[in-house]
């Protein structure tokens, strides 16, 4: 286990580039496995999750190595089984974008029930009816979602709610189906947008991605494709509210401002300044932040992903915020966590009512997911006196070195324990080849 030792109170100033996005490389690793052939993928972002990603297209038979630019080489000719093992699958969300990869060259996959976050119920509904009318029987036997089809035919499938993962796993299944697939209430989210991009560039044929149609026209084979996946908008989004809480004026650079655009207004609305480049945002912020009530929807509507993060900066501003969580049932684990520090903050249902106090006060706290050590990282960085970020190595899992990042603007940072993600990339990629 690792801490995060942070003594608050520093602004942030400086530059920092963001990296790719992992939800992107999660869904795009898996596609690169579609081809019998090397594709090579740049701005992969140096997660654990991505690590766990490889690591599990590894153990199905792909190749999967980085090169000493940091392109992440995945080929897919040694593909050759059709059960990942349970200890890696229940790591992440994102294995189960294994079972649209393993029908579509298969027609069969034995899946273990995905892990991922602790924010609520994740349930696999969508992607197994999706399956289903795609041509697959489909059961869950023994923690496994086991799939078996004698080819896949292209359908209208409707998804229930705009699902990012299902989604994914409807796309990755039907480029290779028979026939023309039509997904109605498709999820919008720019990594929809991108990997069908990748998609596209391997020879599928898709049209609509980033509307709530997305038409898919199978065809026979894919090949390799070289491709630069999209920056991390969630990454970004973090930054920005970290100036939001703290102040000081900081340049994010590889963003893509458009992916942005409602975080943006929120913060600006909230107070602080900030300019779009093409590829720049710079933000400034000299005063406290002043409270705006936000409620999360899917693309392009506030990430849910930025709610926790959002949250923390609420703690230190001037008034009330009303932040409602519409995604998950359970995203508010870390509120407890903010009150050690002396956040006010009430809970009804899905809805936080934020009372921003003047100052928060370091205290021990305990990072139960993902964005909840964000969130904890940022009110950490605004808090009087030293905070101790407990379990801060689950911030890698979407965050590559986000304690050097922050140092480098700034901020009073210490790490005690193992975070560093390019060490575990060499043991948990192992044997996964880095070429020297
Ligand atoms: N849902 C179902 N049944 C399904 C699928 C989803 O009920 O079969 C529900 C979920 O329980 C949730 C809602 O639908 O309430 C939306 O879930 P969605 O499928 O869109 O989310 P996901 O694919 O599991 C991805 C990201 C999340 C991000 C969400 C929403 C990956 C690997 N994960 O999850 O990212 O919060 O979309 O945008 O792409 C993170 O990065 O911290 C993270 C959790």
Not at 241 to 258: D, K, Q, S, W
Not at 337 to 352: P, S
Request: with cysteine; proline share 4%; charged share 25%.
């Amino acid at each position: 286990m690792a801490v995060f030792r942070i003594a608050g109170g520093a602004p942030l100033y400086g530059h920092v580039t963001v990296g790719g996005s992992k939800n992107s490389a999660l869904a795009i690793l898996a596609a690169a496995a579609l081809a019998e052939g090397e594709s090579v993928l740049e701005n992969i972002p140096k997660h654990t999750d991505v690590y766990v990603m490889c690591r599990i297209l590894e153990e199905l038979g792909v190749r999967v190595w980085v090169d000493q630019k940091g392109r992440f080489h995945v080929d897919g000719r040694g593909l050759s089984r059709y059960t990942p093992s349970y200890d890696l699958a229940r790591r992440i969300r994102g294995s189960i974008y294994t079972a649209g990869l393993l029908l579509a060259r298969f027609g069969r996959a034995e899946v273990p029930l995905p892990g991922g976050c602790a924010i609520g119920s994740r349930g696999v509904d969508f992607h197994i009816k999706g399956f289903q009318q795609l041509g697959a029987d489909v059961s869950i036997e023994h923690g496994l979602i086991k799939a078996e089809t004698a080819g896949l035919v292209g359908t209208k499938i409707y998804i229930n709610r705009a699902s990012v993962g299902a989604t994914v796993n409807m796309m990755l299944a039907a480029v290779l189906a028979k026939g023309t697939t039509v997904l109605e209430n498709a999820a919008k989210e720019p990594e929809v947008v991108d990997l069908a991009i990748f998609l596209n560039a391997m020879g599928a044929k898709i049209r609509g991605a980033g509307t709530d149609v997305i038409k898919i026209q199978g065809v026979s084979k894919l090949q390799p494709a070289e491709y630069s996946i999209i920056p991390d908008r969630l990454e970004a989004g973090t930054f920005m509210i970290a100036v939001g809480a703290c102040g000081g004026e900081v340049t994010l650079h590889n963003v893509v401002p458009e992916h942005l655009r409602t975080p943006v207004i929120k913060l600006k609305e909230a107070g602080l300044h900030i300019e779009a480049g093409d590829s720049e945002l710079v933000v400034r912020s000299h005063k406290r932040p002043v409270s705006v009530d936000v409620e999360t929807a899917v693309y392009p509507g506030f990430p849910t992903d930025l709610q926790q993060p959002f949250v923390a900066m609420m703690s230190v501003a001037e008034g009330t915020s009303v932040v409602r969580e519409t995604i998950f049932t359970d995203r508010f684990r870390y509120v407890d966590e903010l009150r050690r520090m002396g956040a006010d903050i009430k809970m009804e249902q899905d809805t936080a009512i934020v009372r921003g106090v003047q100052r928060l006060t370091g205290a021990p706290v305990e990072v139960s997911d993902l964005r909840a050590g964000a969130a904890l990282v940022i009110a950490a960085l605004a808090a009087d006196g030293e905070t101790r970020v407990e379990g801060a190595e689950v911030l890698s899992r979407g965050y590559e070195r986000i304690d050097q990042k922050l140092a480098a603007l700034g901020a009073r940072i210490a790490v005690e324990g193992e975070i560093d993600s390019d060490g575990l990339f060499a043991e948990l990629c192992h044997p996964m080849r880095v070429e020297t």
